[in-house]
C-alpha cells in the first residue's frame, strides 16, 4: 500500500525565518509562502531530491497547528505523507485493520490538490500520519 514519502510537515511560528534558512543556509529550492486558507495554515514547501519539507505557519482563527504550537513553542516536526496509488483503497484497509482515519473519513483536497487523508497519531506511534494520492 505505501508508497514513496511525499513530505514531512514542520509546524513554525516565523515561517519567512525558517524558509530563510533552508535556501541561503542549505542552499535548497523553497516556493514562495502560499496562504490555505481553507486549511487555516500559510505554507512554504521545500524541495529536496527525493522529498519536500513543507513548512506550516497558523492563518487565521482556528488553526489546525495553533494548539500544537502552543505545546511546542520552539516549532516541531507535526506529520510525516507518505503517497498511496489510491487513497479510497487505503482508508479502507486501514479501517478493517482497526486504525483510525480523522475527521468523516474521507479523503479531502491537501496542499497539493490531491485527495489526502490523516491517521490518528496513536495508531502510529504518536506520529500524525497524512496519505496523498499518488
Ligand atoms: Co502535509
Redesign the pocket.
Known sequence: MIGRLN?V?IAVRDIGKAAAVYRDVFGAKVSAAVALPDHGVTTVFVTLPNAKI?LLQPLGEGSPIAKFLERNPDGGMH?V?YEVDDIGAAGDALRAAGLRVLGDGAPKP??HGKP?LFLHPKDFSGTLV?L?QA
Request: aromatic share 0%.
Open positions: 513530505h510537515a513543507e506529520h505523507c491537501g496542499a489526502v497524512e496523498e
